[in-house]
């Protein structure tokens, strides 16, 4: 079982920046495959962006790929999404998700969840 805590989101001009994080709960934090997704209002969650556990291996969605950047720390069981470049379109919840067993893009492949965390862009 791993519970998900997410802070660092909040109201940001375009083009600023935003350090979002995740804490985990666990001890088998570093064995899972730790993910970003995020939901607009009326729309699908999406995913964002995932990170393997060596950290060696990440995955962008192509809409965020060259701004946004998953890193994970498994010394302090958690994992961040550094984004910069922010455009009014990143506005959504964003979700931190752990997998078990894929490194996919869907969020029916993760197992757990954090509560989610707003990001708001304005122009």
């Known amino acids: 079982q791993v519970q998900l805590v997410e802070s660092g989101g909040g109201l940001v001009q375009a083009g600023g920046s935003l350090r979002l994080s995740c804490a985990a709960s666990?001890?088998?934090?570093?064995?899972?495959?730790m993910g970003w997704f995020r939901q607009a209002p009326g729309k699908e969650r999406e995913f964002v962006a995932r990170?393997?556990?060596?950290?060696?291996?990440?995955y962008y969605a192509d809409s965020v790929k060259g701004r946004f950047t998953i890193s994970r720390d498994n010394a302090k069981n958690t994992v961040y999404l550094q984004m910069n470049s922010l455009k009014p379109e990143d506005t959504a919840v964003y979700y931190c998700?752990?997998?078990?067993?894929?490194?996919?893009?869907?969020?029916?492949?993760?197992?757990?969840w954090g509560q989610g965390t707003q990001v708001t862009v304005s122009s």
């Open positions: 998700a752990a997998s078990s067993r894929s490194t996919g893009t869907s969020p029916r492949e993760y197992d757990f």
């Open positions: 666990g001890r088998t934090f570093s064995s899972y495959i």
């Open positions: 990170i393997i556990w060596s950290g060696r291996n990440t």
